[in-house]
């Protein structure tokens, strides 16, 4: 547990779970548009391409995985809510686009150089794409729909996936 103080309030910041982290220091800034569709239970993940500043982003229940310039729009309202010290606001007029749509329901992302891998919770499939949404290959994990939680690539390149049901694997080029 940490105090945190403010001009108007001494707050109690406690631990909330898994990975033990504390937010009283986070900045969010949420687009206002496009407007995306979650999924109860569905993943819906976020990559960011650090070299080219665009940020990648899984719209699970509209089919699409998204790209928005990180530099671009400005700021608008603050949507903090008794959060102190958390910046939270409203990011407006940013330029984005649409890499792909007709996934279903793309849920994991990762970025490996000009590719992006997508992790359809619908399907359980993994879809690599250029970014410029073409498909250039695909794999039937056999987890099924509702299975395929996360993908992440690791430092040595390789693919480790997560079956919310049975666990942890790697896939091998």
């Known amino acids: 547990m940490r105090v945190f103080a403010t001009d108007t309030a001494t707050v109690e910041i406690t631990d909330h779970g898994i990975g033990m982290d504390e937010h009283y220091d986070g900045i969010v800034a949420r687009f206002t548009?496009?407007?995306?569709?979650?999924?109860?239970?569905?993943?819906?993940h976020l990559v960011i391409d650090h070299e080219n500043r665009i940020l990648y982003a899984a719209d699970t229940g509209g089919g699409r995985v998204l790209w928005f310039d990180i530099d671009s729009g400005e700021a608008g309202d603050d949507l903090r809510a008794n959060d102190p010290g958390?910046?939270?606001?409203?990011?407006?007029?940013?330029?984005?686009g649409v890499v792909a749509e007709g996934l279903d329901q793309p849920g994991g992302l990762a970025l490996y150089g000009d590719h992006l891998i997508v992790g359809e919770w619908?399907?359980?499939?993994?879809?690599?794409?250029?970014?410029?949404?073409?498909?250039?290959?695909?794999?039937?994990?056999?987890?099924?729909?509702?299975?395929?939680?996360?993908?992440?690539?690791?430092?040595?390149g390789l693919l480790w996936v997560i079956d919310n049901n049975s666990g942890v694997y790697r896939i091998d080029p």
């Open 122 to 156: 619908g399907t359980g499939m993994l879809t690599e794409l250029d970014l410029e949404g073409n498909v250039l290959y695909q794999l039937d994990t056999g987890f099924g729909a509702g299975a395929l939680y996360g993908i992440e690539l690791g430092p040595d």
């Open 33 to 44: 548009e496009p407007e995306m569709t979650r999924v109860e239970e569905a993943p819906g």
């Open 86 to 96: 958390v910046v939270h606001q409203e990011w407006n007029d940013a330029d984005w």
